[in-house]
């Protein structure tokens, strides 16, 4: 009897070729971008330092394509974008020291979106580790401890033989839900010592499995099919597990309303009659959820936004299927199933009994008209008109890459993403400057479909130096540049609570000289023509700016007073 793990696969005569006589000039560098090559990488992020020269050095010597960017938090959030259109992991090389801090914003943004980023850094040599002061240019006490806290696993490499089976290590740990960004550092000594080991010729790491506990789901199947109001919350990791499909048969047998976390965008049909939208945020949303019976969680965690800043009160059974163990129940009490969404999804499918219940789409129906009362009484004609252009110029199954700034707070509610994995935010973390670098990186993805990117004035100057990086490798991306004068959103916080603004108000550039200081187009537009402008530059191949002076207000809040 032939057991799978007694199968050992054999190499190529090509393969055994390399390995006898591999060829020369290599260093540990090169090791790196074989492993990569072999795990079925075929693009890396970065940005080049010295003692990371090696890497670099071997990169002329393979077929990755490189795509650096100016900053390395920029090349982070790339990377992540990378990784959450593609579902691959992005490989992100990075220097040692101040480049490799660099980066912690956007690995902090990628932890929390679950996007799996593999950044591979140098360190100083081999001498300098272990917490000893020896002066090496970057040097830190200990590198890795600065990333434990963000990253989902870190890997130290002290030898050539170790740099293949640490990558796939990574790999596999950031590919295994939840995905997330994980952590490889070399010393810059390993990395430009000649190796004499033969060619990395190919990889085995395949990410693992996390399916339900079956007596969970039988449980779980048994209080929906029984229940009388049941409703469903997803969230990210249904995009992420691509179980949209499954999501959706799942709500129609069970007739179970249906309402998408910010980073769940795009997980069940805007239009379906089961839809509640993305309305999270509004308490007539938090009424019906409290008022469940029984409340499906799906990949998510139910944190601040998710909860409508922590006043969302459950009197139903909830359950709850997250794949972040450190998430299960961390805010309410659940059936708590540790799972891919989208195998949890599929034994439920299995198991439940299909509900009959005529009301539920009047039901839904109910609550979006409460909610449409509601806004349409704040007299906010400018902002739905403002994200209501950007809807209809931007195609349907195109991505878009959201800043944190107002029309984002606006969108996270009112947008209709037209299709799950299509709108991405850094709502995960809420770091600025993500969306331009983070669009780059989901053009290098496809550029078969134009990219938008939205961000505000204060938001861009975070990011403005990729415009070089745009230019540079023709990225298809259209910038919406939102200009209020400042920190738009901080302005109104701290206008509502202290009665005036501080450190809010900015000098900005010429936007539009900007971008086409740097070779990019740039046209100026207004709230009337921001449809057809934006409509012209993202059919437009290349990169793109577009400007929009406009002072935008959020919709008022309805959790202030209902913590109890």
Do not use: C
């Not at 109001?229 to 249904?238: C, E, L």
């Amino acid at each position: 009897m032939t057991h799978d793990h007694d199968l050992v696969l054999r190499p190529t005569p090509a393969q055994t070729e390399a390995a006898l006589n591999p060829p020369p000039g290599r260093n540990g560098g090169d090791l790196v971008v074989e492993t990569l090559a072999g795990l079925g990488a075929t693009t890396v992020f970065g940005l080049p330092g010295q003692h990371a020269l090696g890497m670099f050095d071997a990169l002329r010597r393979s077929d990755l394509r490189y795509i650096g960017l100016r900053v390395e938090n920029n090349a982070g959030f790339a990377a992540d974008a990378y990784g959450r259109i593609t579902g691959e992991a992005a490989p992100l090389l990075l220097s040692t020291g101040p480049g490799a801090l660099t980066s912690l914003a956007a690995l902090q943004e990628a932890a929390a979106a679950s996007a799996p980023v593999l950044a591979i850094s140098s360190q100083v040599p081999r001498a300098g580790l272990g917490g000893g002061r020896h002066g090496y240019l970057h040097e830190l006490p200990d590198q890795a401890a600065s990333f434990r806290g963000v990253v989902k696993s870190v890997h130290t490499v002290r030898s050539q033989s170790q740099i293949p089976s640490a990558i796939e290590a990574a790999w596999t740990s950031a590919l295994s839900a939840p995905h997330g960004p994980v952590w490889v550092e070399i010393p810059q000594d390993v990395l430009l010592a000649e190796t004499a080991i033969p060619v990395v010729t190919g990889g085995d790491a395949f990410p693992e499995e996390l399916p339900p506990r079956p007596e969970l789901t039988a449980v779980a199947a048994d209080l929906l099919s029984k229940a009388a109001r049941p409703a469903i919350i997803a969230g990210g990791g249904v995009v992420r597990a691509d179980a949209s499909g499954k999501l959706r048969q799942l709500a129609e047998r069970l007739r179970a309303p249906v309402v998408t976390t910010p980073g769940g965008k795009g997980a069940f049909p805007w239009k379906h009659p089961l839809s509640l939208q993305s309305w999270i945020e509004d308490r007539h949303t938090t009424d019906f959820l409290e008022d469940a019976d029984v409340l499906l969680v799906v990949g998510s965690g139910l944190g601040e936004l998710s909860s409508n800043y922590h006043t969302f009160k459950p009197r139903g059974r909830v359950i709850q299927i997250e794949a972040d163990l450190g998430k299960l129940e961390s805010n309410h009490p659940a059936l708590g199933i540790h799972a891919d969404a989208r195998l949890a999804l599929q034994a439920l499918l299995e198991t439940v009994t299909e509900r009959q219940d005529p009301a539920a789409p009047e039901r839904v129906r109910e609550v979006l008209a409460k909610v449409g009362e509601r806004i349409a009484a704040q007299e906010l004609t400018l902002e739905q008109d403002v994200l209501a252009s950007v809807r209809r110029a931007l195609p349907a199954d195109s991505p878009s890459f959201w800043d944190m700034t107002i029309l984002a707070y606006w969108a996270w509610s009112a947008f209709d993403a037209k299709g799950p994995n299509h709108m991405h935010s850094a709502q995960g973390a809420g770091g600025l400057g993500y969306a331009f670098p983070a669009a780059l990186g989901a053009a290098a993805a496809d550029p078969t479909r134009p990219v938008l990117a939205v961000s505000g004035d204060g938001g861009a100057l975070y990011s403005i130096a990729e415009l070089a990086t745009a230019r540079q490798y023709d990225l298809n991306v259209t910038w919406l540049i939102v200009d209020d004068g400042g920190y738009g959103i901080l302005r109104e916080y701290m206008n509502d609570a202290f009665g005036e603004a501080t450190a809010t108000e900015l000098t900005r550039p010429d936007y539009v000289a900007l971008a086409e200081s740097f070779g990019v187009p740039g046209v100026r537009t207004s709230p009337e023509n921001l449809e057809q402008d934006l409509a012209q530059a993202l059919a437009a191949p290349g990169p793109s700016v577009v400007l929009l002076p406009a002072v935008l207000r959020m919709f008022a809040p309805t959790h202030l007073g209902r913590s109890d």
